[in-house]
């Protein structure tokens, strides 16, 4: 059954039988409330995970749409920006908006003229690009929200939630009553589909010719400008290496000799796939009381099809048994976790833990001033030996926190009096 609301519908569906099923998606609201008290309204994110989708579902009649892929409205948007702003007056939904940055200046002479909460909705892929155009023209005018491929509760299709994950009890439990659980085979396959609409809605589009034509369109697109063309094969190899890394700590050395080029392109190329939302680094958590704690980030990829892809793993069954099963689950709830944060416009405050003597907590958040330890195993039947390290943050945390052991069960229950077994399900 569809998610019932009040907000429209998102143009992505199931097709049953004559019936289209739309999934919705948790920024939805966040976009209509944020566009109450913005003038400008900028959805980022990699490219076909939804922003012109869910934009265009949630304008009304008075909102025009426009789109830069357009070559006629791009060269209008290039040449003549004025007149381009006398075609498409407010308010308007401008999509691919990276292809023409001097619109910013004038979207902020509109602004400055008659200022109005969401004038402007605005979509870009190419956030290298984007970014520095947006800080310095319309600063204090524009909300930027960030959007990445669905996450497993909204293809699910259960209560979306306005609550980021955090390890509390009471709230997890009151989420498993109404959550179905997934099997470890199901869960698999979601990592290994990944979560691109265009996947998730279409059983039958085959997955390598589109992660194949993801791969070609985001280097002939967005990287093309950034790398030169006799770097292209390397840059390949580069996005198959870096996947096989997903969940490790980085070594940019050990980058720049397999694939052999520089240090320094491998800080560059790392920080493309990072701006572009491909990547994400968990920092470490580091105080300056505790001088034994390591300092160098791991790596993850945001979309687990992707890297599956990437990475050669070919089947979700031939994944789950693969030497990487362990690490792209951890991927899998890292991602979703980061979802559960950017999906409902909060900024989020994670960090894993490693000191010198190599004692490890997956992942570490941050609320309040106080840290929440997190630990994911490939496992349906988790021992308490594995949350052993939570105590570490005894030393920084002034009470007792919960903590939570997300795995393969498909059963919430407590582990200890601090501690709860958590189903992947439920993140």
Same mark, same amino acid.
Request: charged share 25%.
């Given at each position: 059954?569809?998610?019932?609301?009040?907000?429209?519908?998102?143009?992505? %569906?199931?097709?049953?039988?004559?019936?289209?099923?739309?999934?919705?998606? +948790?920024?939805?609201?966040?976009?209509?409330?944020?566009?109450?008290?913005?003038?400008?309204? !900028?959805?980022?994110?990699?490219?076909?995970?939804?922003?012109?989708?869910?934009?265009?579902?949630?304008?009304? *009649?008075?909102?025009?749409?426009?789109?830069?892929?357009?070559?006629?409205?791009?060269?209008?948007?290039? @040449?003549?920006?004025?007149?381009?702003?006398?075609?498409?007056?407010?308010?308007?939904?401008?999509?691919?908006?990276?292809?023409?940055?001097?619109?910013?200046?004038?979207?902020?002479?509109?602004?400055?003229?008659?200022?109005?909460? %969401?004038?402007?909705?605005?979509?870009?892929?190419?956030?290298?690009?984007?970014?520095?155009?947006?800080?310095?023209?319309?600063?204090?005018?524009?909300?930027?929200?960030?959007?990445?491929? !669905?996450?497993?509760?909204?293809? !699910?299709?259960?209560?979306?939630? +306005?609550?980021?994950?955090?390890?509390?009890?009471?709230?997890?439990?009151?989420?498993?009553?109404?959550?179905?659980?997934?099997?470890?085979?199901?869960?698999?396959?979601?990592?290994?589909?990944?979560?691109?609409?265009?996947?998730?809605?279409?059983?039958?589009?085959?997955?390598?010719?589109?992660?194949?034509?993801?791969?070609?369109? /985001?280097?002939?697109?967005?990287?093309?400008?950034?790398?030169?063309?006799?770097?292209?094969?390397?840059?390949?190899?580069?996005?198959?290496?870096?996947?096989?890394?997903?969940?490790?700590?980085?070594?940019?050395?050990?980058?720049?000799?397999?694939?052999?080029?520089?240090?320094?392109?491998?800080?560059?190329?790392?920080?493309?796939?990072?701006?572009?939302?491909?990547?994400?680094?968990?920092?470490?958590?580091?105080?300056?009381?505790?001088?034994?704690?390591?300092?160098?980030?791991?790596?993850?990829?945001?979309?687990?099809?992707?890297?599956?892809?990437?990475?050669?793993?070919?089947?979700?069954?031939?994944? @789950?048994?693969?030497? !990487?099963?362990?690490?792209?689950?951890?991927? /899998?709830?890292?991602? *979703?976790?980061?979802?559960?944060?950017?999906?409902?416009?909060?900024? @989020?405050?994670?960090?894993?833990?490693?000191?010198?003597?190599?004692?490890?907590?997956?992942?570490?958040?941050?609320?309040?001033?106080?840290?929440?330890?997190?630990?994911?195993?490939?496992?349906?039947?988790?021992?308490?030996?594995?949350?052993?390290?939570?105590?570490?943050?005894?030393?920084?945390?002034?009470?007792?926190?919960?903590?939570?052991?997300?795995?393969?069960?498909? *059963?919430?229950?407590?582990?200890?009096?601090?501690?709860?077994?958590?189903?992947?399900?439920?993140?």
């Amino acid at each position: 059954m569809a998610f019932k609301s009040n907000i429209g519908y998102i143009a992505i %569906g199931l097709q049953i039988g004559r019936k289209k099923m739309y999934i919705h998606r +948790n920024l939805e609201k966040v976009i209509l409330d944020t566009s109450k008290n913005f003038p400008v309204v !900028m959805v980022t994110g990699p490219r076909q995970v939804g922003k012109t989708s869910i934009l265009k579902s949630l304008s009304d *009649e008075s909102r025009t749409y426009v789109s830069l892929d357009s070559p006629r409205a791009r060269q209008m948007a290039q @040449e003549d920006p004025e007149l381009f702003m006398q075609t498409y007056p407010p308010p308007v939904l401008i999509d691919e908006v990276q292809y023409a940055p001097n619109l910013f200046t004038y979207i902020k002479i509109s602004i400055d003229k008659d200022r109005k909460p %969401g004038m402007y909705w605005l979509t870009g892929s190419q956030q290298f690009h984007l970014m520095k155009n947006v800080t310095e023209s319309l600063a204090g005018r524009i909300a930027v929200l960030k959007l990445l491929g !669905m996450s497993l509760q909204e293809q !699910m299709q259960q209560q979306l939630s +306005n609550n980021p994950f955090i390890p509390d009890r009471s709230i997890l439990k009151e989420k498993s009553k109404s959550t179905s659980m997934l099997p470890a085979p199901s869960i698999f396959e979601k990592i290994w589909r990944g979560g691109y609409p265009e996947l998730v809605t279409k059983p039958e589009m085959n997955w390598e010719i589109f992660y194949d034509s993801y791969t070609q369109s /985001y280097i002939q697109r967005d990287v093309k400008d950034l790398i030169t063309v006799s770097e292209e094969a390397s840059f390949v190899k580069f996005l198959r290496v870096t996947a096989s890394l997903s969940g490790k700590m980085v070594n940019y050395s050990d980058l720049s000799k397999e694939i052999g080029i520089s240090l320094n392109t491998v800080k560059s190329w790392l920080s493309i796939l990072e701006t572009s939302g491909i990547i994400y680094f968990l920092q470490p958590y580091y105080n300056n009381l505790v001088k034994r704690l390591v300092k160098t980030p791991k790596l993850y990829f945001l979309d687990t099809g992707l890297c599956c892809f990437l990475s050669g793993w070919s089947t979700p069954s031939v994944l @789950e048994k693969g030497a !990487m099963s362990g690490a792209m689950l951890e991927t /899998y709830v890292i991602s *979703e976790i980061i979802k559960s944060y950017w999906h409902n416009g909060k900024k @989020e405050h994670l960090f894993y833990y490693r000191d010198k003597d190599k004692k490890e907590i997956d992942l570490i958040i941050e609320k309040d001033g106080i840290l929440y330890p997190v630990e994911i195993k490939k496992t349906a039947s988790p021992s308490i030996k594995a949350t052993s390290n939570f105590s570490l943050l005894n030393k920084f945390n002034k009470k007792d926190v919960h903590g939570a052991l997300i795995c393969l069960s498909q *059963e919430f229950l407590p582990l200890t009096r601090y501690v709860d077994i958590v189903p992947v399900s439920l993140v």
